[in-house]
């Protein structure tokens, strides 16, 4: 009998690997950056080649104890399929939906601290007021009707039958959901998203009179979001999450194993 493996599926186990390798440094990255809960929070991302499943960080775990191995893997109907620990309910009823509806690859929602005032304020638009911002122009959904925790899939359909094509998601008096084709993109969307808000917030606290971008530099900008530097082999997003990446290996390897 021969030995020999099967190409396509040593692509997908590595394929695989490398997801996980991805989700759990996006995990120990929120804890790096304060986007954190402890325990709470939840970030998913499609598993290769098994449809109608997710990667989700085992429920009780802090998020600094998040690993490449100890990441859960869950049908969209809530069975664990794969690992140990318990499923959040709400990560279900929240991620399943969007995965389901919108096609992101990968879903991260956080309370992280800045975006999360931002929401809790009347109006908790992002303006366009910072460089930071102005890559969210017409991209970010918002739902200002906030009902509680997210027990039922009916919830999570509800969100995001809002988002609209959009890639985010502000949800009022509560915080964010991010998605992204890969946890890269995600992740970075995050990171400047958090980064904007906290700009946005400290001019506002100044009382002063803001400026705001001119519309024709918004539609110019987002011609120079799409471009791509030919001599790059990579996009912005995966340079950046590969040199935080390179970070965790000097101060947090552990999130490989």
Known sequence: ?????????????????????????????????????????HFTLLVPGRPGRFYL???GLHWSE????NL??????????????????TAICIHAPIHAITGAECVLHTHMPYITALSQLEDMTLEMTGQNA?????RIAY???YNGFALEHEEGERMAALMQGKPILMLANHGVVVTGKSVAQAYHRLYFLERAARTQ??????????????AEVL???????AWQDPTHSMSGPEYHFAALKRVLDRTDPGYAD
Do not use: C
Not at 7 to 23: F, K, S
Not at 25 to 41: F, G, K, Q, S, T
């Open 143 to 145: 739902d200002y009707d």
């Open 1 to 41: 009998m021969s030995t020999t493996q099967d190409p396509a599926a040593e692509i997908l186990a590595e394929q695989r690997r490398q997801a996980r390798i991805d989700m759990a440094a996006a995990h120990r990255l929120a804890v790096m950056h304060d986007y954190h809960e402890a325990i709470d929070n």
């Open 134 to 138: 102005l890559q969210f122009h017409d």
């Open 201 to 214: 917030l400290f001019s506002m606290w100044t009382n002063a009179r803001r400026r705001f971008v001119k």
């Open 72 to 89: 859960i893997e869950v049908a969209f109907d809530g069975t664990i399929l794969e690992g140990t620990g318990p499923a959040d309910r």
């Open 219 to 225: 539609e110019k900008m987002k011609a120079q979001a």
């Open 66 to 69: 998040v690993t490449a191995s």
């Open 57 to 59: 960080n085992a429920f």
